[in-house]
């Protein structure tokens, strides 16, 4: 990679921050001040029926609570639709992708009469019916029902050969897309899809270093594959380890009591929540709960 340090927090205004979000937020933005380069922010909000109003400014304050502020207008996945269904196009026109017309109910079907299901990380793989469509009934269903696009993994990584990325924690890590399946890259409901909007936005955003979660990484082997084929730069990644709560368990947004907010109405300074997550981060989240009022 080359150009200025430049790394984001990448949040999903779906709910209020908790500890797992500011220790990531803070290892990204300290990265960043540490390198002379850009933090930046970006609202990952394509999945409109979760998303409320309301988190866009509840997170900006809490990352302003923490001390952390960015240096280029946030951008909105939401807002960038049409970027994304022009990269489906470009994949559509390299004919790595397919149109899946199949509902949830109709996967769960044709994986349970199959023998063997394979599992990825997300759970079973895609079966692959609409991948053996023919062309006339794929275009005919095409121009009358709704569907998806999934990616034809095994042509994509055939296309590709051998792609690596450089890992911070596993040092150089060869992809291994196929783990995956024929994932979605764009959903029936969304024109876009997690994996392709943070892949083309990393690229968009000019971002060398994507710091994120231990969680993420299983995503990033399908993210190399799409820079390839959509012939993105490569960023440099970290994937730090989680915050977990007393019992081990991750932090989930879910968890109320863990958010910033509720650490702030309990009295907590930003600045020593802050401090104490750098010095003592994953231990820490069992530690401020018992000491919470
Ligand atoms: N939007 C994702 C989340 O909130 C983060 C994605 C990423 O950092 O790549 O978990």
């Not at 205004?13 to 500011?22: D, F, V």
């Not at 009469?113 to 599992?119: D, L, M, V």
């Not at 730069?233 to 907010?261: C, F, M, N, Q, W």
Request: charged share 30%; net charge negative; proline share 5%.
């Amino acid at each position: 990679m080359s150009g200025v340090f430049t790394t984001r927090f990448a949040p999903s205004p779906t709910g209020r921050l908790h500890l797992g979000h500011a220790y990531s937020a803070l290892m990204a933005f300290d990265a960043a001040r540490a390198e002379g380069g850009k933090f930046l922010l970006r609202f990952e909000d394509i999945d409109t029926g979760r998303v409320r109003d309301e988190y866009y400014a509840a997170i900006e304050e809490d990352l302003h609570w923490l001390g952390i502020t960015w240096d280029e207008e946030p951008i909105r996945q939401s807002e960038r639709f049409d970027i994304y269904a022009k990269a489906l196009e470009d994949l559509r026109a390299g004919d790595v992708v397919y149109p899946c017309f199949c509902t949830r109910k109709d996967i769960a079907t044709e994986i349970a009469a199959s023998a063997s299901a394979p599992h990825g990380p997300d759970g079973p793989l895609y079966p692959g019916t609409c991948r053996r469509l023919d062309a006339g009934e794929r275009a005919h269903r095409l121009a009358n029902e709704p569907h998806a696009w999934r990616i034809d993994m095994t042509r994509a990584a055939a296309l590709t050969g051998p792609l690596y990325w450089t890992d911070a924690e596993a040092g150089e890590v060869e992809a291994q897309p196929e783990i995956h399946g024929d994932v979605v890259l764009a959903r029936k409901d969304v024109p876009t899809s997690y994996h392709l909007a943070v892949t083309i936005d990393d690229a968009a955003q000019g971002i060398t270093d994507v710091i994120r979660g231990s969680d993420l990484i299983a995503a990033t082997h399908v993210h190399r594959l799409l820079q390839h084929l959509l012939d993105l730069p490569v960023p440099r990644y970290r994937h730090h380890e989680l915050i977990a709560d007393e019992t081990g368990k991750r932090l989930a947004k879910r968890d109320d009591a863990r958010s910033l907010a509720a650490l702030r109405d309990a009295g907590w300074s930003g600045e020593k929540v802050a401090e104490m997550l750098k010095g003592d981060g994953v231990g820490l989240a069992a530690g401020l709960q018992s000491k919470r009022g």
